[in-house]
């Protein structure tokens, strides 16, 4: 069975084709680095981190670009607030962003492009825009975009424009119409400002992402990516101005849901206690990363801490049966794909019934160990971490073997193998040995301490 993905556009799910075959081609709108990421942000990035991860171990090669959006109205916001110029915050920010995405091991974008290293690009399709028809400066030097100009308009979003209220960027009295927004901003005192044709400005936001995505992947590509609260303005934005330009643009757009809670969309004071740094305080990042991956990316996610909780011990559960198994065996095991777990992805992403799989998969490798049937465990164990895998959460991946975390499970691995050589040669009486190995221990920082429970160590 091949892929079948829904597509916003058609409000179907549909076979996908790549427009080249063995090649995807994939825009996600990234983030807006205004201040630091919290859970809502993140599961964008790991939702369609684990399409990219499917893609590849279906066999395509993935060019994925992933925007940092480092002008807007608020960054410069903020920066006043925060005492500091724009650009300084919106790398203060973007930093702690992909610091965020390289925690939870999303794979860095083939390319990340930033908005302001893209004005060139942006001034050549406003200006192509402009010479269709299909744009218009106005004396203030804005430049906005004739919606009534194309023939679609809203076809993303299903509204009709006589039911829309105007757009909220730029000046109702210089608009054509008041649904038309603006490409490009006019200066205003004390913001950054590029020159054009039409005068000194800041681009607005749609247009950075037609731009970019035409750069890195050209007039047509294969899955255009985003939060369900991009579908307007700014996904039928960005197809107005591409498609008034000429271009076919996305084949095929895909949302993800929000992280709500309470069953709104998290609110920016809530938002601020589930930052990342906050929760890996509660729960490893593995298993932070299995629960935003765990619903469907098409469903809200409603957290709550206790969910994160039951779905850590889930993870546990199948973490701790590959670590048996790995022991039993007496090898890591492989990476194999079971059947069941690939329809389930094929069916548009469906990581319930996957989970679901990977349960049955523990639950038969169990069976599989108690009967002494190694060879059902070995391919049992391969299935689930080539599950965990395309999920972003082998425990054997470096993401997580070099986390704090994970590197204190290797450490603990190694000083509880140099103990138990200790307490042998201590056994047979070879203090010399017993204490070379008690001086390489705390020679490397670790404390020890002998307890009437035998000795325990800490870093
Ligand atoms: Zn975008």
Known sequence: MSLNLYNTLTREVSPFTSITPGKVGIYLCGA?????????????????????????S??????????????????????IHEEMPWWALAQKYERVFSAAYAQLNVMP????????????QMVQLISHLIDRGKAYAVSNGDVYLDV?????????????LDD?????????????????????????????????????????WHIECSAMAQAYLGEEFDIHAGGLD?????????????????????????????????????????GN?????????????????????????????????DALDESAVNFRRVESFLKRAASSLGKLPELAIADEFAAAMNDDLAVPAALAVISELVRDGNNASTAKDSATLAIKAAQVRGALSVLGCDPWDSTWINSDAGLDEVISGLVTTLLAEREEARARKAFASADRIRDRITELGLTLEDTPDGPRWSR
Not at 32 to 56: C, Y
Not at 60 to 67: A, K
Not at 285 to 300: Q, V
């Open 109 to 120: 974008p083939t390319y990340e492009p930033r908005a302001t290293g893209h004005i060139t």
């Open 164 to 204: 829309l209220q105007s757009a909220a960027d730029g000046e109702a009295s210089v608009k054509k119409n008041p649904q038309d927004f603006a490409l490009w901003k006019s200066a205003k005192p004390g913001e950054p400002s590029w020159p054009t044709p039409w005068g000194d400005g800041r681009p607005g």
């Open 32 to 56: 807006t680095v205004q201040a630091p990421p919290h859970i809502g942000h993140i599961r964008s990035g790991i939702n369609f981190d684990i399409l990219r991860r499917w893609l590849l």
């Open 148 to 160: 009534r100009s194309l023939d679609s308009y809203l076809a993303l979003s299903g509204q009709k």
């Open 230 to 270: 991009l579908i307007f303005p700014h996904h039928e934005n960005e197809i107005a101005q591409s498609n008034g330009a000429g271009y076919p643009f996305a084949q095929r757009w895909l949302h993800n849901a929000w992280v709500t809670t309470a069953g709104e969309k998290m609110s920016k004071s809530l």
């Open 273 to 305: 206690t589930l930052r990342i740094h906050e929760l890996l305080k509660r729960v490893r990042g593995i298993e932070l990363r299995w629960y935003l991956g765990s619903a469907h990316y098409r469903s809200m996610l409603e957290y709550s801490p």
């Open 58 to 79: 279906s066999g395509y090669e993935v060019t994925f670009i992933r925007n940092v959006t480092d002008i807007d109205d608020k960054i410069l916001h903020n920066a």
